[in-house]
């Protein structure tokens, strides 16, 4: 996991609920995200690129995210 630490992973997994969280679950939900974070992202650059802006906009991140189903 190179951007979201562990620690993060386990405090996100424990505020929705989760008693304990190995190691292994807080790694892959991180690596999880960062996928998911990855191509929100680069659809919401191209959403930016489209309106003529260089600059990625909430906007445009809601707007991915919805387009991706989430």
Known sequence: MAEL???TMERLM???????VSKDAALELGLLLENI???IS???AE???HAG???VFADDIKLAAKK???
């Open 14 to 20: 424990k505020k929705a609920g989760a008693k304990r």
């Open 68 to 70: 991706k189903g989430f």
């Open 5 to 7: 630490g562990l620690s």
């Open 37 to 39: 974070s990855a191509i």
């Open 53 to 55: 802006r260089k600059t």
């Open 42 to 44: 680069n659809d919401a």
């Open 47 to 49: 959403f930016a690129i």
